[in-house]
């Protein structure tokens, strides 16, 4: 699978976490190519994610807090690198695109249920955002 974003056939995402930063902890960019996540390990920690995929929808995810994660820089040099927590947590995020997964995907049949109604519309286009999204009618 490639980046269906940027339409290349490499395994790539791009972190930023500088959202989330505060005095004691500092935010990381960081570019991930043809990664591997070797071992995810510790004890699993809700989080409430949300995705410029699925707008307006907002749901606690359970992860775990560390990772280790093999995987290429923007220089296509080759790093292994332990992560922990929110950094931990946004590159598994962004790991599961390259995979073909959503953070609905890890939610009970409960809460797809309830969240039903917002996903079709999405999916049909009946949603509002301040960025450029494409749709994938159904045929």
């Not at 409960?110 to 049909?124: A, E, P, R, S, W």
Request: net charge positive; glycine share 6%.
């Amino acid at each position: 699978m490639g980046s269906p974003q940027i339409g290349k056939d490499l395994r790539l995402f791009i972190i930023d976490t500088n959202a989330f930063s505060d005095k004691k902890t500092k935010g990381v960019k960081k570019t991930f190519i043809n990664a591997q996540i070797i071992d995810e390990s510790g004890l699993e920690w809700d989080f409430e994610e949300g995705c410029l995929s699925i707008p307006r929808i907002r749901e606690n995810v359970k992860r775990k807090p560390e990772i280790l994660i093999k995987y290429q820089d923007e220089n296509f040099t080759w790093h292994e690198d332990s992560f922990k927590d929110i950094e931990a947590r946004v590159i598994q995020h962004e790991y599961d695109h390259i995979e073909g997964k959503l953070f609905i995907d890890y939610l009970s049949p409960l809460k797809k249920q309830l969240i039903k109604g917002k996903l079709i519309n999405i999916t049909n286009g009946k949603v509002d955002v301040d960025y450029k999204m494409k749709f994938f009618p159904k045929k």
